[in-house]
């Protein structure tokens, strides 16, 4: 909290402490970051624990006014060894589908047959590189034309510091490992997509 940015962040954040609403901030790593001020993790209340301070001013600020206001709760990262855990992840893949807007995407593309398995072992139950590589590959599967992602256009993405030597995690209950994958689909040569897609989504479809 030494830098003019820094604090200019933390004026942010009580300004909007002003108003009557009920906040819910994301972000990684909150308390190395010191923002808020260092804290240590207490594993028998899974919640960030505040330490003391020597001083309850930085630069001017009153620091302990910020996190008091805040209650810090851990998200960690998805498991895989469970059918609960499996079928929490099963639900944020759903999440994802349900918004992706490619032209040939289909029901269970990213929840059925071995994508599940596969996607977690990409990403290790890690939100951020899941994202990432969900959003490149949808670049991908736009600029080539095939319009729908699956495990072989996924290969062809590289995600930083993700390890793919691993044993593939079990299968969800209920799902059955795919014999082949669907049919890349490309458009006309040199047809480019557009990326402006007018799609309002399922609920205007179904109005």
């Not at 929840?111 to 398995?117: A, D, R, V």
């Not at 969900?134 to 495990?151: N, V």
């Not at 040199?190 to 989504?201: I, Y």
Request: aromatic share 6%.
């Amino acid at each position: 909290m030494h830098r003019s940015d820094d604090q200019d962040v933390l004026d942010l954040i009580r300004s909007l402490m002003s108003f009557q609403v009920t906040l819910i901030l994301t972000g990684v790593n909150i308390p190395g970051l010191g923002l808020l001020r260092e804290a240590k993790w207490d594993p028998h209340t899974r919640q960030w624990k505040m330490l003391p301070l020597e001083t309850t001013r930085v630069h001017g600020l009153e620091v302990t006014q910020t996190e008091r206001r805040f209650e810090m709760v851990e998200l960690g990262t998805f498991g895989y060894s469970t059918d609960q855990e499996m079928q929490d992840f099963l639900d944020h893949l759903q999440g994802i589908e349900d918004h992706l807007r490619l032209q040939k995407a289909f029901p269970g593309m990213l929840t059925e047959g071995s994508m599940p398995g596969y996607l977690y072992r990409r990403c290790k139950g890690v939100v951020g590189i899941l994202a990432r590589l969900i959003a490149d590959g949808c670049q991908e599967a736009m600029d080539s034309g095939r319009e729908l992602l699956d495990e072989n256009l996924l290969d062809g993405i590289v995600i930083g510091r993700e390890n793919r030597d691993e044993e593939e995690p079990p299968q969800p209950r209920g799902t059955a490992k795919a014999s082949g994958r669907a049919q890349s689909g490309k458009g006309p040569a040199g047809k480019r997509r557009n990326t402006a897609f007018d799609d309002r989504g399922p609920e205007a479809a179904a109005g």
